[in-house]
């Protein structure tokens, strides 16, 4: 039945309507900046048409929900990539340092010190008694020995530099499975009233995102909107309300592993499941390249160490000792010069009979050719050529991650652009629908003073 | 496309970043003159440089090394030629007291055997610190009266004598010319025209062994009618050369065998020229007995020991000129190695202000159109 109440009926709700719509529009224009919003929506419908004499008659409209404007598959592709761009981010970052290591542009690192090493020893071959040539051999070993030493534990310290990473990581990845968690109970509580609950969501899959630069994680959403998150081999971080921890432990190479925790506290050891975000990057770079440079160091100095042994023991000191090693150790953490040498110079063995002491320099012109001698890489590099490609290779592998980070990270970029177009804020629309709703009120007050008038103009009536 | 402020803002972020890194690459560059400021800037050319500079140090070290085996030879060339010297000195002498009178014999044998002292410095000359002439002997002189005890045994004590001698005594001194050992004619025996070996158990005159080192010796020897015997001195070195590194695999040997320049011998031992000590002794001998034959025969010697060390000085200009060679390659290939370096790593000023000022014209442009996109909304315009 339609009359004067009827109208109020729609007008009241006509008003309700669009102060919902401008209390929508102001809860989108003040989260315009708020990382992982989407912007929500007022869905009106029209009421069921009433009967009237003259057939089914509109009733005015009722606002059914808000719904967030939100792309499901978007979101799951977002997440991938920025799995990957926290992969590549971990990796640049912690090769960045690596480069410095190997950094020779200023001419003061190890090809350097290879080097002056060779020609003190042809300087020793010139004046093979010469009490001077003799001093700076042993600098110029020493001076060779530190560098190896030194990068030696610059690349320890870049390897604990990246546990320290890991272990904060670690810190961050467990207060993000807290906060899922936790907000997989809000949602379920709210989402059981039968409506959306907008914002926890836009919380969560923030929560999501985070967590998956950081480890490569898998995600299901259930029946009652709650979201169960697994990692690695299937170990699971949340299920439900529930969430479970990771944590490290320091292994017996000296690094770290990466352990998660069931509910009876067992430790299962998932280092070498993990396949994604900015975790693995940290564990291939500490596992994998920092492994690499550092074997191939270790191999530079045990060869050289080797060869410059097996021809200082064949020759002859000063004093005619012979057998003598002039290094030992054959690590580039170990490596020293014989403590004997150090205290007694004329221990050199610059001659290669006994007879031939002092003069015969055959032993220390050996030495000296081992410079150009094929000994490295199967027998195809010098030790000097050995030490440059491997300059290069560290190059080569930070030029082709910051690559493909530059690309990742565009990529990522291209998609948050798409996000934004369908989800975001843009202020001007929400301006527009400010106006258009303050109209629509207006005019819905409009009815209501007029619905007004015409009860007053029948009262008058009686 | 829906495009919301919050896209363009970041947009532009992203291309301002861009363009600020591309910036502070190209100051790098500039202020350090190089291209290359990490490996991961040109890996290919960084592993070049580190050769590049490598080949360019140990180039200098083959100019080095060739520079000291030039002064070698330079050095030896001057000794020789005061040797040359002196020999001429003591043969016109020589020549002089072939014929005439007595008188002057005697002291024209003084004056040979200061020349003979001379010669003998002029033997044992030090390149630096080491002994030129002595081979692998370095630290021993080459012609000198010294016996050496090592590992508690004394070397035999070698001389030679100019004349057949039974009363040969020998005097064992340290440093410092204190006698510590005389050894009588009845220990040695009788001396002989020639190179003598005599047996020393290397104590002193009160039996205690001597400590390891260097030892002098004097000799005097008489002959039959008690004139004095001149004696001189034995080769003490061994036949060892000094070696060069000229560069990868190149070597030169300089002989540094004095043999070869005063007292030539066959692998046996013989002697093979003419041995310059033992004519000049033979000599001095020859003087103080007045006998002009003899003088005469070491007069044609001396003719035979000038052409003997003009034949070594000889031999030594091939090795200067491959000396000399080997420099000019290398003073050659070194400004091209540099020159490579430095188109490697260095940075082309001229393009890089170019690329500077050109991405400063796109940052100043982006900037701008950022300000004009960014700044209006529709906020502006109602009312």
């Known amino acids: 039945m339609t009359d004067i109440y009827n109208v109020m009926n729609i007008a009241g709700k006509a008003l309700m309507n669009q102060q919902k719509a401008i209390n929508v529009t102001g809860n989108n224009i003040a989260n315009v900046n708020t990382p992982g919003y989407s912007r929500q929506k007022l869905i009106v419908e029209t009421s069921t048409p009433l009967q009237s004499g003259i057939g089914p008659m509109g009733d005015g409209a009722e606002a059914v929900r808000i719904e967030r404007v939100y792309d499901r598959f978007l979101g799951v592709q977002i997440n991938a990539e920025t799995e990957a761009l926290g992969q590549w981010e971990a990796q640049k970052d912690a090769l960045a340092f690596i480069e410095a290591i190997f950094d020779e542009s200023g001419d003061f690192g190890l090809s350097r010190s290879l080097n002056e090493f060779w020609t003190a020893w042809q300087d020793l071959s010139n004046n093979p008694s010469g009490y001077n040539q003799r001093v700076i051999v042993k600098a110029k070993s020493e001076v060779l020995v530190d560098t190896f030493h030194r990068m030696f534990s610059d690349l320890q310290n870049a390897s604990q530099g990246i546990d320290a990473d890991i272990e904060g990581a670690i810190e961050e990845i467990n207060l993000l499975t807290r906060e899922i968690a936790d907000l997989n109970q809000k949602i379920m509580e709210t989402e059981s009233t039968g409506y959306s609950a907008n914002d926890y969501r836009d919380k969560r899959d923030l929560a999501i995102k985070e967590l998956s630069k950081m480890i490569d994680v898998n995600t299901f959403e259930d029946a009652s909107g709650r979201v169960s998150v697994s990692v690695a081999n299937g170990q699971t971080l949340v299920e439900g309300n529930t969430h479970w921890s990771l944590s490290t432990q320091m292994n017996v190479s000296g690094t770290r592993d990466v352990l998660w925790f069931d509910s009876a506290g067992n ?77 007694n110079l004329d221990l050199i063995a610059a001659a290669s009979t006994s007879v031939g002491v002092p003069g015969d320099n055959t032993n220390a012109i050996r030495i000296a050719d081992l410079q150009h001698a094929l000994m490295m890489n199967g027998n195809s590099s010098t030790f000097e050529g050995y030490y440059q490609s491997l300059v290069s290779e560290v190059g080569r592998k930070v030029q082709t991650t910051d690559a493909s980070y530059d690309h990742q990270y565009e990529m990522v970029a291209q998609l948050e652009n798409r996000r934004q177009s369908i989800s975001g804020v843009s202020l001007d629309e929400e301006m527009m629908n400010l106006v258009k709703f303050q109209h629509a009120y207006d005019s819905a007050a409009k009815l209501i003073a007029t619905a007004d008038e015409m009860m007053q103009t029948v009262l008058n009536m009686i | 496309m829906r ?105 024209a044998a003084d004056q040979v055997k200061d020349l003979y002292n001379q010669v003998v410095d002029l033997a044992n000359s030090k390149f630096g610190q080491n002994f030129m002439f002595s081979g692998y002997q370095t630290d021993t002189p080459a012609y000198s009266h010294t016996v050496e005890i090592s590992g508690g045994t004394a070397d035999t004590i070698n001389f030679g004598l100019s004349a057949d001698s039974s009363n040969v005594t020998l005097k064992i001194q340290d440093n410092n010319g204190n006698v510590l050992r005389t050894l009588a004619p009845a220990d040695i025996g009788p001396g002989s025209d020639g190179i003598n070996n005599v047996v020393w158990d290397g104590r002193d005159d009160g039996g205690n062994l001597l400590a390891d080192g260097l030892y002098i010796f004097t000799v005097e020897a008489f002959n039959a009618s008690n004139d004095p015997v001149a004696d001189y001195a034995v080769y003490n070195g061994d036949d060892g050369s000094v070696t060069y590194i000229l560069g990868e695999g190149t070597r030169l040997s300089l ?43 070491q007069t044609k010697l001396l003719d035979r020991a000038h052409t003997q060390i003009s034949e070594i000085r000889a031999a030594n200009s091939p090795r200067m000129y491959q000396l000399e060679t080997t420099e000019e390659f290398w003073s050659n290939y070194k400004p091209k190695l540099q020159e490579l370096l430095a188109k490697t790593e260095e940075v082309d000023l001229n393009e890089a202000v170019m690329q500077l000022k050109n991405i400063e014209l796109a940052y100043q442009t982006t900037l701008a159109t950022a300000a004009r996109i960014i700044q209006p909304s529709l906020l502006n315009f109602l009312k």
């Open chain 2, 255 to 297: 002989d540094a065998d004095g043999r070869n320049i005063f007292s030539p011998e066959n692998p046996d031992g013989t002697p093979a020229g003419i041995n310059i000590f033992e004519v000049l002794a033979d000599l001095i001998y020859a003087l103080e007995n007045d006998d002009t034959s003899a003088i005469a025969d």
């Open chain 1, 267 to 343: 430790s299962v050891d998932i280092t070498s499941d993990i396949s994604g975000g900015k975790m693995k990057g940290w564990l291939e770079v500490r596992d994998v390249d920092i492994a690499n440079y550092l074997g191939k160091l270790n191999d530079l100095v045990q060869t050289l160490a080797n060869e410059i042994n097996t021809l200082h023991s064949t020759g002859f000191g000063l004093d005619g000792s012979t057998g003598l090693d002039f290094f030992i150790g054959s690590t580039a953490a170990d490596i020293q010069i014989d403590s004997a040498i150090v205290n």
């Open chain 2, 3 to 107: 495009v919301t402020t919050n896209t363009m803002t970041d947009t532009l972020v992203r291309y301002l970043a861009m363009q600020n890194s591309q910036l502070f690459k190209l100051q790098q560059n500039i202020s350090s003159q190089k291209r290359i400021n990490k490996p991961s800037d040109d890996p290919v050319g960084m592993g070049k440089i580190l050769n590049y500079r490598n080949n360019i140090a140990t180039v200098d070290q083959y100019l080095d090394n060739i520079e000291q085996a030039k002064s070698r030879i330079e050095f030896s060339e001057m000794t020789l030629d005061m040797v040359d010297e002196t020999l001429d000195v003591i043969r016109a002498i020589s020549k002089t007291e072939a014929t005439g009178t007595t008188t002057s014999r005697n002291i």
